[in-house]
């Protein structure tokens, strides 16, 4: 016989790509959940995970039960939004997902706060270099800097965010100046490798003199957005950076606007949420919470964050 509780411990186990992704969400050890599964298998009187190497795939029966199981959950979390409402709280587990900077600055402290506010929730908050569509079957809300692609999911935006072309005033000082953007190919460009994502065809527009492409030929690289921000503190070269990232800096004056007729395309700050999840209170609660907090945006007050560290 299959409990619930069988049903949302397989529906973790069908939505990891490994036992060890399924014991770090389920807060467990790996033996831990070769255990369960085993133990679950047994009851069934059939294999429901294939084991090859690192990654598992459902069988067929395993497919079979974890789409029943979501019906399951699902009608599980709805009773219980159902009841929290008629007694005005928000309860259950909240799965929260953002960039490494961004989160550490701007989400961590809404976490915190919600937390205090609802103690009848828990709240996991995973920190990653790059928030994914992907992520939505395990996640309630993934929180996203930038166009968050043609998938099928609800997005909603959670605050405005220029891409800002800056460098430090040292570096600035020591070149040429630049009146367009085709003068940056005889610059030092530092880039932030995302994806798949062509990063050295930077775009532009202006406000008269329309649209500009140029293809950069990047004196440095990284994947960290943290990394390539100090590099371009220390005067490393040009880069373009999320307002959120780099504002203390600029009103600060340790790194000045490149170009400023000239704005690269903007990264608005957006929740991306699972049709699946969007329903509940207290991922209804959470997003509010956050759109208060960012507005107006912290970047753009006249005490705008400190220096952070991310993507974006």
Not at 290 to 303: A, G, I, N, V
């Amino acid at each position: 016989m299959i409990t619930s509780d069988d049903l949302v411990f397989f529906n973790v186990v069908a939505g990891s790509v490994s036992l060890a992704e399924s014991a770090r969400k389920l807060n467990v050890t790996a033996p831990a959940v070769t255990q369960r599964l085993r133990a679950l298998e047994q009851r069934v009187g059939m294999r429901l995970v294939e084991r090859s190497g690192r990654r598992l795939s459902l069988t067929d029966e395993g497919a079979l039960v974890a789409s029943h199981g979501m019906a399951v959950v699902d009608a599980l979390e709805a009773l219980s939004d159902m009841l929290a409402g008629r007694r005005n709280a928000v309860s259950g587990h909240l799965h929260v997902v953002a960039p490494h900077g961004f989160g550490r600055l701007h989400v961590a402290p809404v976490v915190d706060a919600f937390a205090r506010a609802h103690p009848g929730v828990t709240v996991a908050l995973d920190l990653t270099d790059n928030p994914a569509a992907g992520m939505l079957e395990s996640s309630d809300v993934i929180v996203h800097i930038g166009r968050p692609g043609p998938l099928d999911q609800i997005v909603t935006t959670l605050a405005p965010n220029r891409r800002i072309l800056c460098a430090s005033p040292g570096y600035l000082a020591g070149v040429p100046a630049l009146r367009a953007p085709a003068d940056l190919t005889r610059h030092r460009c530092l880039v932030v490798r995302e994806n798949a994502e062509d990063v050295t065809l930077w775009r532009f527009r202006h406000a008269t003199r329309g649209q500009a492409t140029v293809r950069i030929h990047p004196a440095l690289s990284s994947n960290d957005g943290a990394v390539v921000r100090e590099w371009a503190l220390a005067g490393q070269g040009i880069a373009i950076r999320s307002e959120w990232d780099v504002a203390a800096d600029l009103a600060q004056g340790r790194l000045k606007q490149v170009l400023p007729g000239w704005e690269p395309p903007s990264a608005a700050v957006v929740a991306m949420l699972g049709t699946r999840h969007g329903r509940s209170a207290r991922t209804t609660a959470f997003l509010s919470s956050l759109r208060q907090s960012l507005s107006p945006p912290p970047w753009r007050r006249k005490d705008p964050a400190g220096p952070a560290a991310g993507r974006g």
